[in-house]
Nanobody, 124 residues
Framework: QVQLVESGGGLVQAGGSLRLSCAASGSPLSTYSMGWFRQAPGKEREFVSA????????YYADSVEGRFTISRDNAKNKVYLQMDSLKPEDTAVYYC?????????????????WGQGTPVTVSS
């Protein structure tokens, strides 16, 4: 079993950048593919990005493609989401999730472990 803790959220102006981190404990992160999801107020949780367990394959939602970059450092048991050119519509609570499979997934129900989330607010 793995425990996940997100950090790095905060308030930023439109056009700015943030880097989210997800720290894992309890189990080597290298045995999981990882995903980032977000949930805005009044909306359903949505897929943002995912990465395979070795980092060879990455996936992005169309809405963040070209602006966000997912990466991982298995030696440090961490996953990152670099968010650039932020827009007000990126405002949400961001969650990292772990899947016990080598490939990432676009679907939240395919992930087995979740963090508590970190809030991101982008002001216009």
């Amino acid at each position: 079993q793995v425990q996940l803790v997100e950090s790095g959220g905060g308030l930023v102006q439109a056009g700015g950048s943030l880097r989210l981190s997800c720290a894992a404990s309890g189990s080597p992160l290298s045995t999981y593919s990882m995903g980032w999801f977000r949930q805005a107020p009044g909306k359903e949780r949505e897929f943002v990005s995912a990465i395979s367990w070795r980092g060879a394959t990455t996936y992005y939602a169309d809405s963040v493609e070209g602006r966000f970059t997912i990466s991982r450092d298995n030696a440090k048991n961490k996953v990152y989401l670099q968010m650039d050119s932020l827009k007000p519509e990126d405002t949400a609570v961001y969650y990292c999730a772990a899947r016990t499979y080598y490939q990432g997934s676009y679907y939240s129900y395919e992930y087995d472990y979740w963090g508590q989330g970190t809030p991101v607010t982008v002001s216009s």
